[in-house]
DNA sequence: TGTTATAGGTACTTTAAAGTACCTATATTA
DNA sequence: TAATATAGGTACTTTAAAGTACCTATAACA
């Protein structure tokens, strides 16, 4: 008999998505795919060994892909795996959550957001 | 000048529901007002120490009402606030994510999932 | 020749999150 | 009188998350 594991469905989820980046890195990508050091500029408070913990347990657990072009220097590209799009209603809403908090909290949101793709 | 806080909005939502618990308390108090007993009950891994200190942070943050009543023993009753509604389709969503994700992965949801409200 | 760009690995350290243990108050009930 | 239930506080410890520093490979280019 398999032991059980969650008390309630959500823990699954963040089981997948918690942390520090994951839902950040996700959010990028919902974008269109992106290559490590473009993730990495759009993340300039993330360290390289973090990005790549990160993208690798991502990729584990199939919600992204990791596209190689096999080239020097190397060439990488994450997207959004066809199951990892089953996260886009969510992670729009969590951004766009925390775009109406932050008005509310500071009243401009262009006062605490760096400018970037997703602020606009 | 305010000095800028968030590269990218997400961030701010992570700030208020991120962690191990508050998606986890938000979830149960989705299905209404709940006690503080009633919470353990409903999380037994949580200890007394961490529930509290996440509630009250969700308080602070303006997500959840705090609910005393003069007797004792004491009773107190959390509620999502006005402001906290504006998480409920987040929440369900992120619930309803994790327990397709659970069947995808094991099969069979009852199968780690404990018993109440919210697998039924 | 040696510097650059790219993606990533690994050992170690720091910090923040979470957990443990033990404490409070008071009306009610056995 | 002593135990119970309820909600919570506090000091301390442990664990897990995150960060730092330094390492690899190789083709292109100055």
């Not at 594991?5 to 963040?14: C, M």
């Not at 759009?42 to 991502?58: A, D, N, S, V, W």
């Not at 990791?66 to 994450?78: A, D, F, L, S």
């Not at 799009?85 to 760096?114: M, P, R």
């Amino acid at each position: 008999m398999i032991k059980k594991k969650y008390n309630i469905s959500v823990e699954a989820t963040l089981e997948v998505i918690g942390g520090k980046w994951k839902c950040v890195i996700l959010c990028h990508l919902t974008h269109g795919k992106k290559r490590t050091s473009e993730l990495k500029k759009l993340m300039p408070g993330i360290t390289q060994k973090m990005l790549t913990q990160q993208l690798r347990e991502l990729e584990s657990d199939g919600i992204i892909n990791r596209i190689i072009y096999n080239q020097v220097p190397p060439k990488v590209e994450y997207e959004l795996s066809e199951y990892g799009t089953s996260l886009e209603s969510i992670l729009n809403l969590l951004c766009n959550w925390g775009e109406q908090h932050i008005i509310k909290e500071y009243g401009d949101k262009f006062a605490v957001l760096e400018d970037n793709i997703l602020n606009k």
